[in-house]
């Protein structure tokens, strides 16, 4: 019937003027007549052509609710039905087949693209663009090029928009900020925002979850509160501000179901966890509405913080909570180490090592860094400092430099002398640390090798001695001086770690748990 009606449409409007006349149907049941000589219909002729337009919007109408409701993975019981019905209904998105959305595959920056393009109704023809990894006929072209015009998606150092990386929480953050709200650059700023505005809440830890990958599902929720207010949290479930629980002495803080402390208790948090206050929360007040997990109660505000505390509670049965891993940024005050395009190698070695510590502090590890600040420490002394702690890992963080600024890639040191300890040991922990490194940042592998480097000939713990990037390379310049790489690579050594306990250790039960909270996996066992 509806091909019937189209059919009688076209032929009408191709009588009433056959060279200037253009009729399309989309593929979302959206109509387009291109009309330039409007003075040859008649009233009959313009009486009928809407009339028939009219029938046929009314037969395609329910097309773009149909298959929105036919997804067998969404069906009517999803959590996420309403918002991705409301967005495939208005074309925002599709599914990847007729009875198929996916929504729990993770979404790449280019169907992040789409989606914000669409939503914001730009121009998405395909057309050329800045990065050379878009090919100009690209579906996505268009709405990158455009997003990236008006302040909304960026691209890497290299001119390349890598379209098939999977999008994070916090990339989803700065991207939707830009598009409907304040641009800003700060991932804080945009998460607090899209908190505050009932889009998004945090994951499971008290934390945004910023480094997980983003799922169809919640990014079609996102989206969806953001265009329609229906959609958004309710402000008495909005839980915005950050703390941490510091109970000082003990290792929990009980949360109560109301304001008091004689009312029932719903749990105890332990020390160190982060809640989050409800968005109503007045300055000043004694007890507190918070959320912590999935839990949803009151606390005594005098033992929150904004600092996460020194003492965190871990579980005591851990193995993991008696391990030391220390951290040692090469160079330092007097001895900055390589020099290349202005920067200094004793600079990028502390960021990372920072960034690593971040990481390290969310775990049950206990963590060390033989600097803190920009100061000098002999070789001996970073020897010593891990010794005198019965360190059970020494991780030494460097940048590497030569003559020729084409050289480039990652390489990691291990030494073969029967004075640094348990030599498989090490070897097995410099492997895992050298896939990571190559994971993060990309450059070339220039392998696993053997060095009598004093820091790790000398310390009688398994040991390593990591070679991030060359300081002299343009490209790995990049990289090693730009926070958002130094973070991947802290990250990285992170997640080394994190592998050589599960492989090599056999810690798996306990470090297993590790990994989703940064949104990564065990590597492939490499020893």
């Not at 200037?20 to 052509?49: E, M, Q």
């Not at 800003?184 to 607090?192: C, D, F, H, K, L």
């Not at 049965?317 to 190698?345: C, M, Q, R, T, W």
């Amino acid at each position: 019937m509806i091909v019937f009606i189209v059919r009688r449409l076209v032929r009408l409007v191709g009588r009433l003027n056959r060279s200037c006349t253009f009729f399309h149907i989309s593929s979302y049941g959206h109509i387009n007549v291109y009309l330039s000589y409007w003075r040859f219909f008649t009233l009959r002729k313009l009486v009928t052509f809407f009339t028939s337009l009219l029938v046929v919007a009314l037969f395609l109408a329910p097309i773009g609710e149909a298959r929105a409701a036919s997804f067998s993975d969404v069906g009517t019981t999803h959590r996420a039905k309403e918002e991705i019905n409301f967005l495939v209904d208005r074309g925002i998105v599709q599914g990847v087949s007729p009875t198929k959305f996916a929504p729990q595959r993770n979404v790449t920056r280019a169907e992040a693209a789409i989606i914000i393009g669409r939503a914001l109704e730009v121009d998405g023809s395909p057309r050329a663009t800045r990065f050379k990894d878009i090919e100009n006929n690209s579906f996505a072209s268009g709405y990158i090029e455009e997003l990236v015009e008006k302040g909304v998606l960026g691209g890497y150092g290299d001119d390349t928009f890598r379209p098939s990386n999977q999008l994070t929480r916090g990339e989803m953050a700065l991207m939707i900020n830009r598009a409907f709200y304040e641009p800003t650059s700060s991932n804080a700023v945009a998460i607090q925002k899209l908190m505050n505005e009932g889009i998004a809440q945090g994951v499971k830890d008290g934390t945004f979850g910023e480094k997980l990958p983003l799922i169809r599902s919640d990014f079609s929720v996102f989206i969806a509160r953001v265009l329609d207010d229906r959609f958004a949290i309710p402000k008495d479930q909005r839980f915005v501000k950050q703390k941490f629980v510091d109970v000082k002495e003990g290792p929990v803080l009980n949360m109560r179901s109301g304001p008091s402390a004689d009312t029932a208790l719903v749990t105890s948090i332990p020390n160190g966890s982060i809640v989050r206050l409800a968005i109503d929360t007045k300055d000043g007040a004694t007890w507190v509405r918070v959320k912590a997990g999935d839990k949803v109660g009151y606390v005594h505000s005098g033992y929150l913080s904004d600092k996460k505390p020194t003492h965190v509670s871990t579980n005591p049965n851990s193995p993991l909570a008696k391990k030391l891993i220390v951290l040692d940024p090469g160079h330092g005050g007097s001895d900055p180490g390589a020099i290349g395009f202005g920067y200094a190698e004793k600079t990028a070695t502390l960021a990372i090592s920072n960034y690593a510590k971040k990481y390290f502090d969310q775990s049950p590890f206990q963590v060390a860094m033989t600097r803190t600040n920009d100061t000098f420490v002999s070789l001996a002394n970073r020897v010593r400092f891990a010794h005198n702690r019965n360190a059970d890992a020494f991780v030494s963080i460097h940048i590497n430099s030569a003559s020729s600024s084409s050289a480039t890639g990652l390489e990691s040191y291990y030494s073969a002398s029967r004075a640094a300890g348990d030599i498989r040991a090490s070897r097995a922990l410099t492997t895992y640390m050298q896939h990571r490194m190559l994971e993060a940042w990309g450059l070339s592998n220039r392998g696993v090798k053997t060095a009598p480097f004093y820091v790790i000939r000398w310390t009688n713990m398994p040991s390593t001695l990591l070679e991030m990037g060359f300081i002299s390379n343009k490209n790995d310049n990049y990289r090693i001086r730009t926070p958002k790489h130094q973070e991947q690579m802290g990250r990285a050594v992170y997640l080394g770690a994190l592998d050589y306990y599960y492989h090599y250790e056999g810690y798996k039960n306990d470090v297993a748990p590790l990994y989703s909270k940064v949104g990564a996996k065990p590597s492939p066992r490499r020893h």
